[in-house]
């Protein structure tokens, strides 16, 4: 009922940029809030950036001052931009998103993952 199309990624040198996007779509009533996270060969998945309907964004300390989590609310899209890329960045990132789902009473909740876009940050 709800899909997820990531798209952004790719191979960086260390100090370089790169930006994600994600877009929702299908039976969404509302998104709750929307999250990127990532995970590194032999690591679990993470969270690492989050941003509410009302904007309210959060970071993990490691990413903060480098990236930047912005939504669009009216077509239902997650941006994330990649700053200062170092090699430690370097995983799978995928975005999440938490929404109400239409025509459902009571109103039913869904989360939902993206496929999911590579990072590589190597020179």
């Known amino acids: 009922q709800v899909q997820l199309v990531e798209s952004g990624g790719g191979l960086v040198q260390p100090g370089g940029s790169l930006r994600l996007s994600c877009a929702a779509s299908?039976?969404?009533?509302?998104?709750?809030?929307m999250g990127w996270y990532r995970q590194a060969p032999g690591k679990q998945r993470d969270l690492f950036s989050s941003?509410?309907?009302?904007?309210?964004?959060n970071y993990i300390y490691s990413v903060k001052g480098r990236f930047t989590i912005s939504s669009d609310n009216a077509k239902n899209t997650v941006t994330l931009q990649l700053n200062s890329l170092k090699p430690e960045d370097t995983a799978r990132y995928y975005c999440?998103?938490?929404?109400?789902?239409?025509?459902?009473?009571?109103?039913?909740?869904?989360?939902?993952w993206g496929q999911g876009t590579q990072v590589t940050v190597s020179s």
């Open positions: 999440n998103v938490r929404s109400t789902i239409r025509f459902t009473t009571p109103p039913r909740e869904s989360t939902n």
């Open positions: 299908g039976d969404i009533f509302r998104i709750t809030v």
């Open positions: 941003i509410t309907s009302d904007g309210a964004t």
